[in-house]
């Protein structure tokens, strides 16, 4: 009974031995406080927490922002800050017109003065192809200039740009762009890829001098219009992406503005074969007659000329078949069959050519007003030519 006692005794004393931490007679034990080991612990949930929320905070962005990395290009940034039109609203301050190089104004052309409270003052200038929305533009009325971000503008104070559409008063869902053939869509879509043109045979389609919008023979709509400088007037817009017009949209309509080179279709044709009334030149009668040719309107050169004052300075080059001739301090040149012109130090060009016909020469009569710069213009059977200019809107 004695040895089994002692055996126990014996067994407890070495498993006390065992749990026990080692003592080393040089290096006393310093007893932890309660306080350090309760701050120790409180230190180690804090940093675990922090960088659970830093995983998950990045994991959460990642997830939101990896399907749209394949589109933040350096391109697609840039398309997103230069639009392809660039407007400004403001209110109009001044309406200067133009002067040519003979002193006089030139058709068409006007510097806008625009004020805005939040941009400041810029200059919308207007020429032959500025297309006018809206009542006629005055000073004191608020309007809107749009202008190709692509066309360089004269680098003064206040900045000049050149108008492509000016409207007058407040315009919603309207839009100006180049429109393009899809051929995956086999539709119009916008340069910016943000409207498509849904529309059909009774949608009003016109031109941007009013006449109905003419498809040559043999060819399709679609590819008439891709690539042109369409305006696209619309109340309301289906829910794709992108935004497409609807067919039923009452208020659905398309205007094809001119391209540089275009002239009024009204100057081209003669729908309702008008009576040859002549020509006029500073109002007086002169006895020769337009001609037509090919479809465009024609006028004797040297008779308008010699009307104009300026017949004594027509050089004619029977070697190279050109003409020269002086507008005032504008020297001008062009050889005959030719629609280029050189304007003092620039290069201008009509759609119809300069025709020789019976030993006179004949030029398109827009050519005195886009080259020569003075007022012209066709009514009723009846060119008009004058150099003493009259502001018309």
């Known amino acids: 009974m004695k040895r089994i006692k002692w055996l126990t005794a014996t067994a407890m004393a070495g498993m006390l031995t065992l749990s026990a931490p080692p003592i080393f007679a040089d290096e006393p034990q310093v007893p932890i406080a309660e306080e350090e080991v309760r701050d120790q612990v409180i230190q180690e949930e804090a940093s675990d927490q922090a960088a659970q929320e830093e995983t998950q905070t990045t994991t959460e962005h990642h997830e939101y922002y990896e399907p749209y990395e394949p589109y933040e290009t350096e391109d697609a940034q840039n398309e997103k800050t230069i639009p392809p039109f660039l407007s400004f609203t403001g209110k109009v301050i001044e309406i200067i017109p133009v002067v040519g190089n003979t002193g006089r104004p030139i058709e068409h052309q006007y510097f806008v003065k625009l004020q805005s409270?939040?941009?400041?003052?810029?200059?919308?200038?207007?020429?032959?192809?500025?297309?006018?929305?809206?009542?006629?533009?005055?000073?004191?009325?608020?309007?809107?200039?749009?202008?190709?971000?692509?066309?360089?503008?004269?680098?003064?104070?206040?900045?000049?740009?050149?108008?492509?559409?000016?409207?007058?008063?407040?315009?919603?869902?309207?839009?100006?762009?180049?429109?393009?053939?899809?051929?995956?869509?086999?539709?119009?879509?916008?340069?910016?890829?943000q409207l498509v043109l849904n529309f059909t045979d009774v949608t009003p389609l016109i031109t941007q001098d009013g006449e109905k919008f003419q498809v040559p023979r043999g060819s399709a709509l679609l590819n008439e219009l891709d690539g042109r400088l369409l305006i696209v007037t619309y109340s309301t817009t289906d829910r794709m992406l992108p935004a497409g017009t609807m067919i039923s949209d009452p208020d659905l309509a398309i205007t094809v503005l001119r391209n540089e080179t275009d002239e009024p279709q009204a100057a081209q044709s003669n729908p309702k074969q008008y009576p040859n009334d002549g020509i006029s030149v500073n109002g007086d009668r002169l006895d020769v007659a337009w001609k037509q040719i090919e479809e465009a309107y024609y006028v004797p050169f040297r008779a308008v000329v010699d009307a104009l004052g300026h017949g004594e300075t027509i050089i004619?080059?029977?070697?190279?078949?050109?003409?020269?001739?002086s507008n005032g301090a504008t020297k001008i040149h062009f050889p005959i069959s030719s629609s280029a012109f050189i304007v003092g130090q620039e290069v201008k060009s009509l759609q119809s050519k300069v025709v020789l016909d019976g030993g006179t020469t004949y030029v398109p009569w827009q050519f005195f007003r886009d080259v020569f710069g003075v007022s012209a213009w066709f009514s009723e059977g009846q060119v008009f030519i004058s150099s003493q200019y009259e502001i018309e809107q």
């Not at 200038?125 to 692509?150: K, L, M, P, V």
């Not at 004619?316 to 001739?325: A, G, R």
């Open 117 to 193: 409270e939040e941009y400041g003052t810029a200059i919308l200038r207007t020429d032959h192809n500025t297309f006018f929305i809206g009542e006629a533009i005055g000073e004191g009325d608020t309007i809107t200039g749009w202008y190709s971000s692509d066309t360089p503008w004269v680098l003064v104070y206040p900045p000049q740009h050149l108008a492509r559409v000016l409207i007058n008063g407040h315009k919603e869902n309207f839009k100006l762009s180049h429109f393009h053939l899809d051929p995956d869509r086999g539709m119009l879509v916008s340069e910016d890829n």
């Open 316 to 325: 004619w080059d029977s070697l190279n078949q050109t003409i020269s001739v």
